[in-house]
C-alpha cells in the first residue's frame, strides 16, 4: 500500500512539449512539496502546498505549474519543455508544515525520471 | 547558497566495521536535523534524526552526532552491513521557511 504515489516513473518527451506528473499521499498528511534532483544530484525544493494552499515557491520558472485540487494530491504540470528540465521529480508529504515528526520526517515517492530530447 | 555540505562524495568500508558519513551546516536556526538513505530509481527514506537541542542520538546500528559549535554533524553505521550501500543524504529542517534542505549526499559501498 503505496503511501507516496508518483505517476509516470519515466517520462521521455520532447523539447517544447507540455507533460504533467501526477502524485497523490494517503498518509493524510496536510503538506505535500515537489523536489527536483539535478545531474549533479542535488535536491532541491521546488513548491510546497500546504491543504491546497501554496506556501513554498523556490524562484522556479513560471513554466512549472502546481496544482493541488486537494490535500492528497499535487501534481506538477510543466509547459514549454526544455533540455534543462531533465531531472528526477519526487514528490513527498508531510505531517504539518511547521511541525518536524522526527520519527519519519517527509515521506518520499519513488520519482519520476523526465528526460528531455 | 550552499547551506549543507557533504564533503565526501563516496566512502567504501569493509563488512562489519564503522561507516562514518559527515556533514556541515551553515544555517543556525535548523531545529531537527534528518537523514536520509536512497537507493538507485528510489525515492529517499527516512532513517534517523536528531534535535538542535540533543548531541545524540541512538537506533540499534545507527547513531548521529551534532556538535552545534562546529556546525557539524555525523552518521555512524556499526557494524556496516552490505545492505547499508546507498546514498545518505543530511536534511536538516527548520529556519524561517520550515523546509527540509539536502546536502549533496554521500555514496556509502559496504565491502563484503
Known amino acids: 500500500d503505496t503511501a507516496v504515489s508518483q505517476t509516470p516513473k519515466y517520462l521521455v518527451t520532447q523539447m517544447g512539449n507540455d507533460k504533467s506528473i501526477k502524485c497523490e499521499q494517503n498518509l493524510g498528511h496536510d503538506t505535500m512539496y515537489w523536489y527536483k534532483q539535478d545531474s549533479k544530484k542535488f535536491l532541491k525544493i521546488m513548491f510546497s502546498y500546504n491543504n491546497k494552499e501554496l506556501i513554498i515557491n523556490e524562484t522556479v520558472p513560471n513554466r512549472f505549474s502546481p496544482k493541488s485540487p486537494d490535500k492528497a494530491h499535487l501534481n506538477l504540470h510543466i509547459n514549454s519543455l526544455e533540455l534543462g528540465d531533465s531531472a528526477v521529480y519526487f514528490c513527498?508529504?508531510?505531517?504539518?508544515?511547521?511541525?518536524?515528526?522526527?520519527?519519519?520526517?517527509?515521506?518520499f515517492g519513488s520519482g519520476t525520471r523526465l528526460t528531455v530530447v | 547558497d550552499q547551506q549543507v555540505k557533504q564533503n565526501s562524495p563516496s566512502l567504501s568500508v569493509q563488512e562489519g566495521r564503522i561507516s562514518i558519513l559527515n556533514c556541515d551546516y551553515t544555517n543556525s536556526m535548523f531545529d531537527y536535523f534528518l537523514w536520509y538513505k536512497k537507493y538507485p530509481a528510489e525515492g529517499p527514506t527516512f532513517l534517523i534524526s536528531i534535535s538542535s537541542i540533543k548531541d545524540k542520538n541512538e537506533d540499534g546500528r545507527f547513531t548521529v552526532f551534532l556538535n552545534k559549535s562546529a556546525k557539524h554533524l555525523s552518521l555512524h553505521i556499526v557494524p556496516s552491513q552490505p545492505g547499508d550501500s546507498a546514498v545518505y543524504f543530511c536534511a536538516p529542517w527548520g529556519g524561517s521557511n520550515y523546509k527540509l534542505t539536502f546536502g549533496k549526499g554521500t555514496l556509502l559501498t559496504v565491502n563484503p
Open positions: 513527498a508529504s508531510s505531517h504539518e508544515r511547521t511541525t518536524m515528526r522526527v520519527d519519519y520526517g517527509y515521506t
